[in-house]
């Protein structure tokens, strides 16, 4: 068999330069490929990332914050346990005694008053935890001062006061509860449940529904919760029959019977009188001039962030005047309008706030409402012609009133922060306290720590608009003592104080003008509420413009 020839057809042979393009070009390939894999290797498992900042990361915070604020009131509540009558405080068998008396004092100058608590047997007290409040008054000048008292947790204590003003002085000492009660009522609270029952209403245009609402609802049927995400804050209803969550339009409350105490602690409840006068074992004082011939007056501005101290101010010619920086009166009309002029104000808060817009539009005649509404339900009003707008909201659940609380407005005071663009007109005041004294002390600082994270974001966002914060207000002596004594909101009050402390907010400690003036009520007057209106526009506005 012949050979045969085969011919094959052959590239020509590749050069050096393609060769390299082409093991470059399977590198790159590869690389990606593997790079590929890795990176599907990573998504499939989040939990190996390391954690961003979040939600979780501030609720942590805020909880580290609120348990270390908590731990520092702890020494304002005496552990005690004794509920007969006659071992316990009494302010009638008491005395105050004047540290280093003379014969004449003078302005400016602080005196100081020893008080020895005895028990009703004549007896002195061996340790503290009384409830005490102190001023120096001169009824005839219409002037009055809080006192600083220190507890020595001995029995004994010691009360500070700044003399403002000449004239005779005198000193009044109350006895608002003894160390026994003021133990009964932290119990009561920390531990004491269902002390009212809340009620939503629900409703549209052609029905209405009711069912029952609170902070925790432990059941198994199908709830409404209303809640916060941000601050995981929250409450719930049970389900109406037909309507559907949304339509909640406000909620009302009634006493329950239940609290956590023993027969005997109701009857030392029952039997203990609140506000008694310790008597005193000297005369007035007598506090001249002495130098500047005058009542002396603050001389810085009131700004933004700056601290208040106590006392904080006092009362003169029923005017206030603040110890640490220079008010007006704003006592004239144009006075109040020209500082409100293009201004926006946002009340947030309970009642006490809600006397603000009140007074306003009583004093302001331009000042109008724009509609009239339910008492708890938001309120809104404006002066056209100088661009003013006032309005108020209620901080939400809980509300405490047999009275309607309209919650269709708004549920929580940080979504309303967060919901405001802010600025240089903007100007927002907050008060909360009186609704949350039944409640667990956390709850309330757990609120106000949101409330401050919230202050927060809006002036970093803003750095012009300002926003203040109100402390309580005493209230009536009369006032259900389980829930609503005025030793519940000392103790927010120093809470509250303490929350804020650093933020760039201004201050207005309604609690001193009432303790100043002996005004025990939850809506004081009309001279009051003016004066803290006062010392608000006063920070924006300062003392001349």
Known sequence: MAATDITLNRKPPLSSSNKKMILFLLLVGCFLYISWLQLGKWFDRPHLLPPSPGLHDTATLTEAKVNEILQALKRHIPAVNQTQLELTSSGAHSLVTLMNPKENYCV???????????????????????????????????????????????GTYRVNFTLFWPGSVKVSVLLM????????????????????????????????????????????????????ERNQESFSCFKPKTLPCETLHYTRSRNSQAACLTDAEKQLLKRSAVGVKIPNDFKDMTVGD?????????????????????????????????????????QNVSDMNQCLQGKQVYLLGDSTIRQWIEYSTYKLNDLKYTSKTEAKAPKLAIDKRRNITMSWKMHGFPCISFSPCVISGGIYIVQELDRLAGGENTVIAISVGQHLRPFPLKFYVTRLMNIKQAVTRLLQRSPLTRVFVKSENTRELNSEIIWASDWHGHLQNLALREVFRGVKVGFIDAWEFNVAANSFDLHPNRNIVHNQIALFLSYLCGPSF
Not at 114 to 138: C, Q, W
Not at 203 to 223: A, Y
Not at 302 to 313: A, D, F, K, L, Q
Request: charged share 25%; proline share 4%.
């Open 108 to 154: 400016g100058e602080m005196v100081s008053v020893r008080v020895e608590m005895n028990d009703f047997r004549g007896k002195p007290k061996t340790y503290g935890g009384d409830f005490i409040l102190a001023r120096i008054h001169s009824p005839e000048l219409k002037a009055g001062a809080a006192g600083v008292p220190e507890d020595f947790n001995n």
């Open 177 to 228: 509860h003894s160390s026994e009660v003021v133990s009964s009522l932290w119990q009561t609270r920390e531990f004491g449940t269902d002390k009212f029952i809340f009620t939503g209403t629900f409703r549209n245009s052609t029905l209405q529904e009711t069912s029952r609402c609170d902070i925790h609802l432990s059941t198994n049927e199908t709830v409404c919760e209303f809640k916060d």
């Open 290 to 330: 002495c130098k500047v011939g005058r009542v002396p007056q603050a001389a810085g501005n009131c700004e933004m962030g700056m601290s208040s101290p106590t006392p904080s101010g006092f009362f003169h010619s029923d005017r206030w005047s603040s110890s640490y920086c220079r008010m007006r009166s704003f």
